[in-house]
Every structure is written in C-alpha cells, then in structure tokens.
C-alpha cells in the first residue's frame, strides 16, 4: 500500500470538515452556492480632509485572503462584485502605489475571477454603484444576494438609493448582509456621509442582516485574523510551496502600519465555512498544498 503523508490525510480531512460546516453553517442563514458581492474600504491617497488621512491597511491584505478563499472553494464564478477603496470622496492614486489595486488585480489574475467585476471606486464611483445596484436590484427569492461588508457604509447607501430609483426597492428583501465591524457600520469620513442605520432605513428595513463577532483579537496571535506585529502565525505562507500563497503573504506584509491584520477576511470563512473563529493555524489547513489554477 502506497504510504500516504499523514500532513496531507489530516489537510484534506479539516478542509473536508471546514466545506462540509460550511455547507451546514451556512445554509442555517440560507446560503447555498448564490451570488456574493463586497466592498472593501480604503483609499490610495492621503486623504487630507478626513482625521486619519491614510485608507485603511487591513483590507491590503484581507482581500487577497478573502479572495483566496472563494477560490480554494472553486466558487469565483459566485463573486459578481468586487469595489475597492470605498472611501467616497477620498482622492485617487498612481496604480503602482495603489495597494488594494495591486491586492484585487493580482488575486483575480492568479485565481481566474473576472476581472470586469472589479471596481477601483476613487476612480470608478459611478460604474461600481451602478454594477452593484444591479446585482442587489436582480436578486428574488430564488437569487439572492450576500453582501460582504468590509468597508465604510456611505459607498453601500449611495447604492440603495440607486436601487430604489430604478423601482427595485423590493429585491432588498433578498439581500443578505454580513458584517463584523462596528466602525465600518457607524464611522463617516465626512459629516453628509451615512451609517448602516441609515442604509437599512432607506431599505425600509427590508435587508437581511447578521453581524458576527469582531474578526480581530489582538492579544492571542493565533485566534481569528490579526496577531498585531507577530508575523511568525503567518509564516507559512511565506514558506509555501505554492508561489501564489507566497504572493498572499507579501500582500499581509504591505500593511502600512506593519501589522498582520487580515480581519475582513474573516467574514468569508464565516460565510463558506461556517465558522466564525478562525485562525491562522485554520487558515493553513484551509489552505492545504495551495489553490490549483
């Protein structure tokens, strides 16, 4: 009998407990292979008129890894929406030094999603808003919609107006929206801005909503999905012998604030895998011997 490696029978194992959770988990809030859209928050230029100018770190990283996530799944055909840099009003940057471009650009070459579906909102406001309001505005009972909520609210209530201006307010009902963040809910760059409160009153209370615990717990490395300045938890993907997970690493390395923080991603491995307590041993197991092309 060929000898069979026992990292690899217990790789293959946890991923098979994770998918099989996840269809379980995930089924208890009804998702079942549908449609996933999100927006990440950012900005790739200072951003002078707002307290803290720079776009927010954790998502530089946290969109590689959620990405990665859909395609360990082999679900890129379910991600109908990507925005980015959803900081409205913040200004635009040259691309090299675009770090969500770079995050968002290189997963969907590596990973095979479409790359129609992307949004860079500093520079595509009108065609991001307009993609999404017609992917929430489409969804029925039979089609819905999950939403990721990984960055500020003000983007998300400039397309629920755009929802209900098109006659399609009704389609919210099917929209589910998943969040962690308080402040990605409740902070305002600017005092015009919205909240999720404000959102879901425009909705009239029509979209579905759950909000699982903080992804972030800074004072054990290796519970849920940032260890602050301990980069030794991630290391494993530097040392992986798939180069695209080496390429996720760098992108966790990119964080301006030198922190190993990934937490948005925390709420994809809810939604497919059922679990709201991840980590970075969970995620190496996850990950197994790398996401083939």
């Given amino acids: 009998m060929q000898y069979l490696n026992p990292f690899y029978l217990r790789s293959f194992y946890l991923l098979f407990l994770c998918c099989y959770s996840g269809t379980i988990g995930a089924q208890t809030w009804g998702y079942d292979n549908n449609r996933i859209a999100?927006?990440?928050?950012?900005?790739?230029?200072?951003?002078?008129?707002?307290?803290?100018?720079?776009?927010?770190?954790?998502?530089?990283?946290?969109?590689?890894?959620?990405?990665?996530?859909?395609?360990?799944?082999?679900?890129?055909?379910?991600?109908?929406?990507c925005s980015y840099n959803n900081f409205i009003d913040a200004p635009s940057g040259p691309d090299d030094e675009n770090q969500l471009k770079i995050s968002c650009d290189g997963a969907a070459q590596r990973w095979n999603f479409d790359t129609n579906i992307f949004f860079d909102v500093t520079t595509q406001l009108r065609e991001a808003r307009s993609h999404l309001a017609h992917e929430m505005g489409k969804s029925t009972e039979d089609d819905p919609l999950y939403f990721i909520h990984a960055?500020?609210?003000?983007?998300?209530?400039?397309?629920?107006?755009?929802?209900?201006?098109?006659?399609?307010?009704?389609?919210l009902q099917y929209v589910f929206l998943?969040?962690?963040?308080?402040?990605?809910?409740?902070?305002?760059?600017?005092?015009?801005h919205h909240t999720w409160e404000d959102v879901q009153a425009l909705s009239g209370n029509r979209i579905q909503y759950r909000k699982i615990k903080d992804q972030n717990n800074k004072t054990v490395p290796d519970d849920l999905w940032h260890s602050q300045k301990?980069?030794?938890?991630?290391?494993?993907?530097?040392?992986?012998?798939?180069?695209?997970?080496?390429?996720?690493?760098?992108?966790?390395?990119?964080?301006?604030?030198?922190?190993?923080?990934?937490?948005?991603?925390?709420?994809?491995y809810y939604l497919l895998c059922g679990d709201d307590n991840?980590?970075?041993?969970?995620?190496?197991t996850f990950i197994g011997n790398g996401i083939p092309k």
């Fill in 230 to 268: 301990d980069f030794s938890v991630w290391y494993w993907m530097r040392d992986h012998v798939d180069p695209n997970i080496q390429w996720m690493y760098s992108r966790v390395l990119a964080h301006s604030g030198g922190d190993a923080d990934i937490s948005d991603c925390g709420m994809f």
């Fill in 178 to 192: 998943l969040s962690h963040s308080s402040f990605n809910e409740n902070e305002k760059r600017r005092d015009d």
């Fill in 151 to 171: 960055g500020l609210s003000e983007f998300l209530y400039q397309v629920v107006e755009e929802v209900i201006k098109a006659g399609n307010r009704e389609a």
């Fill in 278 to 284: 991840g980590s970075p041993s969970k995620f190496e």
């Fill in 38 to 81: 999100v927006s990440f928050d950012g900005n790739s230029e200072a951003d002078n008129a707002y307290k803290w100018p720079t776009g927010d770190p954790d998502d530089w990283g946290a969109a590689a890894a959620s990405l990665a996530i859909m395609a360990k799944l082999k679900l890129q055909d379910k991600l109908v929406h």
